[in-house]
């Protein structure tokens, strides 16, 4: 099983000593996974909830006479939440380095896409580059902090999972086209035809507490990429950043964003496996629960 950190072990061992004794079967032991998988669930979305919520704070009560400018202060904030995750032991070093390459990648498609009038940022503080705040790095990070945690707390498994180089080439070619259909035609309907070819048999297997949940990757993907997208809303909302048309006022997201973040999602899974590369399921697995 993939490894802990020391302060998530002794989270799981006082888990373990209260949980391990709830019968096997009945409505107790389906309460009990669905409590598990909520639970591991939250602790792997803790860093992008610490960011979420420090931009919506600031919303709400950020003093628009301080000192410090907010978009300045959100970047400090999320450099010490940052910091704090790996003093607690919360997140190791090798998991940093993933979320740093997140951090590299967002960083440079923000420099791009705001130049090219995708979105914009308000605010006139001094932590930017190119006119991009610092701290729209660290909501990639807190994407590739979610996919790297939840691999490892759900011990993740794939059946059939796609040979890791024809992964790469999909995601070198997705990240490609967020620059060039800009200039050139827009590839994305070919990118998901061959999405859902390089994916499209590839099983995912969950480890919640004594069950293991199976589901179609593709249809996790989907999952993410909508969570992502509710996120999004509400940081559109704190006037993290603005698209187009959200100038005079705040309005919905386009649904159609929902693609950009699936096809995302895939770069994100690659950048994942550097740390952890896809592991078949065990050959005698625990219970299993269909989905």
């Not at 993939?2 to 949980?19: K, N, P, Q, V």
């Not at 450099?79 to 704090?84: E, R």
């Not at 759900?154 to 796609?162: G, T």
């Not at 550097?274 to 592991?279: A, F, N, S, T």
Request: proline letters at 4%.
């Amino acid at each position: 099983m993939t490894g802990y950190t020391s302060a998530e072990a002794r989270i799981d061992g006082w888990a373990h000593r209260r949980l391990d004794g709830v019968p096997r079967h009945g409505w107790r032991a389906r309460a009990v996974e669905f409590a598990v998988f909520v639970l591991k669930q939250a602790w792997a979305s803790v860093f992008a909830a610490a960011i979420l919520g420090l931009i919506v704070a600031t919303r709400l009560w950020y003093p628009d006479d301080a000192l410090i400018a907010r978009s300045d202060f959100l970047v400090l904030g999320a450099v010490t939440i940052q910091v704090l995750m790996l003093v607690f032991r919360l997140e190791s070093l090798r998991e940093a380095g993933v979320i740093l390459m997140f951090h590299i990648v967002g960083t440079i498609m923000e420099l791009f896409k705001t130049s090219v009038g995708s979105w914009v940022y308000e605010g006139d503080g001094i932590l930017q580059l190119g006119g991009v705040p610092l701290y729209s790095g660290f909501m990639y990070a807190a994407v590739g902090s979610y996919m790297v945690r939840v691999y490892r707390l759900f011990d993740l498994r794939f059946e059939r999972y796609p040979r890791r180089w024809v992964t790469a080439l999909l995601a070198a070619a997705i990240y490609a086209n967020f620059f060039l259909h800009h200039y050139f035609w827009d590839v994305r309907i070919a990118l998901f035809l061959a999405t859902f070819v390089v994916f499209g048999f590839c099983t995912m297997h969950a480890r919640v507490f004594r069950a293991t949940i199976q589901m179609p990757v593709l249809v996790a993907f989907v999952l993410v990429a909508s969570f992502i997208w509710f996120a999004e809303n509400i940081g559109t909302w704190a006037n993290a950043w603005q698209y187009p048309g959200q100038e005079d006022g705040w309005e919905l997201v386009s649904i159609a964003k929902l693609g950009s973040w699936f096809l995302l999602i895939i770069i994100s899974v690659v950048l994942v496996t550097v740390l952890y590369p896809p592991r078949p399921p065990d050959l005698d697995p625990p219970e299993r629960i269909e989905q």
